[in-house]
């Protein structure tokens, strides 16, 4: 059975820092594309970034400069480092996977469960 299964997660003050993980099992992820999404109370999921297997990154407007997506493929892990969070930046944050993954969500087959970021002001 395929899971991914973020950690990481928590409460920080704006201008702060955390680093998501993302450990994937079931099978190995290595060709896979691996994304990271967050979904804001009353509003849509969105694309945050995004790592192809041989390693190029894409990320939202929103975040560039401040995220970073990275990935160890003998751990089968995806990793996302937020610093300068900001208040907007609060969210649910879900990892996901698929062999050709792009910027939205429909193009992902395997999520994890989220976890909580909170940026307080």
């Known amino acids: 059975q395929v899971q991914l299964v973020e950690s990481g997660g928590g409460l920080v003050q704006t201008g702060g820092s955390l680093r998501l993980s993302c450990a994937a099992s079931?099978?190995?992820?290595?060709?896979?594309?691996l994304g990271w999404f967050r979904q804001a109370p009353g509003k849509e999921r969105e694309f945050v970034a995004r790592?192809?297997?041989?390693?190029?990154?894409y990320y939202a407007d929103t975040v560039k400069g401040r995220f970073t997506i990275s990935r160890d493929n003998a751990k089968n892990t995806v990793y996302l480092q937020m610093n300068s969070l900001k208040p907007e930046d609060t969210a649910v944050y879900y990892c996901a996977a698929d062999l050709v993954g792009g910027s939205s969500s429909g193009d992902y087959d395997y999520w994890g469960q989220g976890t909580q970021v909170t940026v307080s002001s």
């Open positions: 079931g099978r190995t992820f290595r060709t896979d594309a």
């Open positions: 790592i192809t297997w041989n390693g190029e990154t």
